[in-house]
Each structure stands twice: as structure tokens, then as C-alpha cells.
């Protein structure tokens, strides 16, 4: 029975892992990627850094990360869904073996005494051990065992890639929260030299060097530099709540970064394309629904077929618990099943179809997944020599508009420059350090994607062992756990 058992499984597994779709066609990737060739962007062949953001050398931004691997609410979500996940393809594994089942019933019968009032009272006891199988003939159960485990893989991976996205946006928020925070500073500083120029105006009206258009155009520019603070200040809260949402935190608004954004070295190495796919969790969450959808349509094709079904049971009845498990007494039988669907008004037809629909979808979700794969790093490759352009010219252009500034703030002291050419040097300076804030964070945020974008180190979210260890916990976290 044994044997038969072994072989009989042994077929099913063989013929479920016939039903695996292989990786549909992909475009051909080159042996390293177009962005980094072009722009000669180091050593792209080798494999990328696990533990990149522990790399970017600010121990703030990594506390920040460390605290949304604890605390963030969407990943605690796929942290369920993939516990959740697990245990049903656990449960689907049962489906190959033997159920048994036990049973125990007590029964009592009271008989009327012709001619009599008297009753007679028998108590009876019975027991009863049933086990079913299916031998798993055609491999249906099989694959959807192999299915569900398949499926489990994937939310594996989503959850990977959530701790890598979580991080990432942590990371990315802490970036925008610091850039806000520049604006601010830069705001009230436009702010108080806009009231400056008011003041010196208001001085030169009133000993008639200047007229009153001078007067109304500065009153106007202080008026205009205090609707942009309020406006920087509203955006600093914004930025703020972000990523305190991020962090699981209330999201009241005052947090506030107390650091600098990080110096950037070079690029590190991007790997090879074709090892992006098998490094990026979406990718191989991707690829374990595919297979996971070829082993459901062999399910649904091996539902058509008949099925066989083995049944052994045993039962006893006694007046007493110790009578009914006397094995001489008890009744056994086996019995033997074949069930084949006839009609099913075409149940069965059109699941096997839609299972088919499936594993075509699956096949083009996957390819979608790795194109999207590809184009992210691509971007983020030659994005980031664009912004170490842009951030050297606008740090040039900062520098000489702050010079215009000074003579033009000079002049006009002197009589020689006109308000409209003072008002020009303020907008041109604050227009270049504003311009220079968002380059330089768009930089660090792009850096934040390549680094993403390159699935590296997803199961610590691009942290180190050490980082994580040396991350306090916040209030909010300690009582959480």
C-alpha cells in the first residue's frame, strides 16, 4: 500500500511540475546598462551594495529607516498578509494526506411495557474511526499545494520589497523634510531683506529721493516675501506630517531634521541587467505568481478528470466507554470510490479557460515587472549626472547672484540703482537658491531610487545588521512591541 502510495504521488508531483510555465520572452538585455555606458558611471558589472543606505553616512536618516521598519502600518500589512500566506499553502499540503476522523456518540432508547406503566431504559455507546484519501492521480491536488506555496513565495517577496520601499520613503521623506526646511530658512531670509529695501525706501521718500512708485513697489515686494513664508512654513508642515506617517508617529507636524544631506560620492556599481531580475523582489514576486498560475491551470485541467477516493472506517458500540473500543467487536469496512464530472452546465470548462486567461496575464505582468525594473535604473543612472550638472551650475549661479545682490543693495544706498534693478538682484538670488535647494535634494532623492530601483539589501531595507542594532526606539515603537 506503501508503494503504491510513493508511486502514485510521485506521479502527481511529475506531472504538476510539467504544468511550471517557463519565463516568457524578454527584450535582450546588454551586459550592462545603456545609461552607465554612456556616461562611463563606474563599474556597473559588479553586484550593487546590500547595505546602501547605511552607506550614505547619516545616522539620522538611518534611525529614521530603522523606525518605519518598526512602526510603519503598511508594512505591518504585508508583514500579515505574507504570515497569512504561508500558513494557507501550509494548510494546502494537508489536502495530500489521509484525513481521520474520530467520533463518539452516546444514545439512550426508552421502550414502553405493554400493559404497563413501566418503561424499559438501553444505553448504547458508539464509536467510530474514519480516514479518507485521495490518491492524487492527476496531480490536481499537487498543484494546488505547489500553487499555494508559490503564491506564499510571492507575498514573501512583496514583502521585501515593501521593507526596501518603506525604507526608501523614509529616507525620501527625511530628504524633503530637510529641503523644506532650507526653503523656510530661505524664505524669512528673503523676508527680512525685502523689509531692509522697505526701510531704506521709506527713508529716501521721506527726504525726497525717491518717489512713491519706489515706495508702493517695495511695500508690494514685503508684502508678496511674507505670502511665500507663509507659504514655506505651510509646506514644511507638509513635508513633516509625511514623514511622520511614514515613521507610524502622530503626525503633528514638528518634527524636525537635524542634520545635513549627505555628501554623494560616485555611483556604485548597478550589477548586470539580467542579475536585476532575479535580485528585485517585485520582479521575483512577479515571476512566483507566474508559476503559480501555470500549476493552476493544470488544477483546473486534472478537475476535469475522475477521481479516486479510498475510505476506511471502524465502529463500535458497547453500554460502556470501555466496551465500544474492543477491537474483535468492531465493524470495518473499506471502501473505494470513482467520481467522474459528467455535466456541470460548463463549470469546469470555463475555470480551466479563466486559469488559462490567468497564466497569460501573470506571463505579462511579469514582463511588465522587469521592464520596469530595467527603465527605473536606467533613469536614475543618468538622472543623476543631469543633477550633478544642474547642482554645479546653480551653485555657481547662486554664488554670483549673491555678489549681485551685495552691489545692487550697494548702488541703491547710493542713489545709483533703481528699486526695479534692486527688486531683479533679490529675485535672481532667491530664484538660484532655491533652484540650488531642489537640485541638491533631488540628487539625494534620486540617489535614494537608484538604490531602490536596484533591489539591494531588500531584506534589511538597505540597512546593516550594526544600523539597526544601533537605532534607538522612539516611545511610539517600545509601546508598539
Not at 161 to 175: E, M
Not at 223 to 242: F, M, N, P
Amino acid at each position: 500500500m506503501r508503494g503504491a502510495a510513493a508511486i502514485i504521488t510521485g506521479l502527481s508531483l511529475s506531472l504538476a511540475v510539467n504544468a511550471c510555465a517557463g519565463k516568457p520572452r524578454l527584450p535582450v538585455a546588454p551586459r550592462s546598462f545603456a545609461a552607465a555606458q554612456a556616461m562611463a558611471a563606474g563599474a556597473v558589472t559588479e553586484a550593487p551594495a546590500p547595505y546602501w543606505l547605511s552607506d550614505l553616512g547619516s545616522v539620522e536618516i538611518s534611525g529614521f529607516a530603522v523606525e518605519a521598519l518598526r512602526s510603519n502600518p503598511e508594512l505591518k500589512a504585508a508583514e500579515g498578509r505574507a504570515e497569512a500566506a504561508r500558513h494557507r499553502a501550509r494548510g494546502a499540503r494537508g489536502g495530500l494526506l489521509p484525513t481521520l476522523t474520530l467520533g463518539l456518540t452516546g444514545e439512550r432508547i426508552e421502550t414502553p411495557v405493554p400493559g404497563s406503566q413501566a418503561r424499559t431504559r438501553e444505553e448504547f455507546m458508539t464509536s467510530s474511526v474514519t480516514s479518507t484519501w485521495e490518491p492524487d492521480v492527476w496531480g490536481r491536488l499537487t498543484a494546488r499545494a505547489l500553487a499555494s506555496d508559490l503564491n506564499a513565495d510571492a507575498l514573501e517577496a512583496d514583502l521585501d520589497a515593501a521593507r526596501l520601499s518603506t525604507a526608501g520613503r523614509a529616507a525620501s521623506d527625511w530628504v524633503d523634510l530637510l529641503a523644506a526646511q532650507e526653503q523656510h530658512a530661505l524664505a524669512r531670509e528673503d523676508l527680512d531683506t525685502r523689509v531692509r529695501a522697505l526701510d531704506l525706501t521709506q527713508r529716501r521718500y521721506e527726504r525726497g529721493l525717491a518717489d512713491a512708485l519706489a515706495l508702493r513697489t517695495a511695500r508690494s515686494q514685503v508684502a508678496s516675501a511674507r505670502a511665500g513664508e507663509a507659504q514655506a512654513a505651510d509646506a514644511l508642515l507638509i513635508s513633516a506630517r509625511r514623514l511622520q506617517e511614514t515613521l507610524g508617529r502622530y503626525p503633528d507636524g514638528a518634527l524636525r531634521a537635524a542634520s545635513e544631506l549627505p555628501t554623494l560620492a560616485a555611483l556604485n556599481a548597478a550589477g548586470a541587467p539580467n542579475d536585476l531580475l532575479e535580485r528585485r523582489p517585485d520582479v521575483v514576486a512577479a515571476e512566483q505568481r507566474m508559476r503559480a498560475a501555470g500549476f493552476r491551470v493544470h488544477e483546473a485541467r486534472a478537475a476535469m478528470l475522475p477521481r479516486l477516493t479510498l475510505t476506511a472506517s471502524a465502529d463500535g458500540i458497547g453500554d460502556r466507554l470501555t466496551r465500544i473500543d474492543d477491537l474483535d467487536s468492531m465493524v470495518t469496512s473499506l471502501i473505494a470510490g470513482l467520481t467522474a464530472p459528467i455535466f456541470r452546465g460548463g463549470a469546469l470548462r470555463a475555470e480551466r479557460r479563466a486559469a488559462s486567461a490567468e497564466q497569460r496575464t501573470a506571463a505579462a505582468d511579469y514582463v511588465g515587472a522587469a521592464l520596469a525594473a530595467w527603465r527605473e535604473v536606467e533613469a536614475a543612472i543618468s538622472a543623476d549626472a543631469s543633477l550633478a550638472i544642474r547642482e554645479r551650475e546653480l551653485a555657481s549661479a547662486a554664488e554670483e547672484a549673491r555678489a549681485a545682490q551685495t552691489l545692487a543693495e550697494r548702488e541703491y544706498a547710493r542713489g545709483v540703482a533703481t528699486i526695479f534693478e534692486l527688486i531683479d538682484a533679490y529675485t535672481r538670488r532667491i530664484d538660484a537658491e532655491r533652484g540650488l535647494i531642489d537640485v541638491r535634494a533631488n540628487r539625494v532623492s534620486n540617489r535614494i531610487l537608484y538604490h531602490v530601483a536596484l533591489g539591494g539589501g531588500a531584506e534589511t531595507g538597505g540597512l546593516s545588521p550594526a544600523a539597526i542594532a544601533a537605532a534607538p526606539k522612539h516611545d511610539a515603537e517600545e509601546k508598539a512591541q
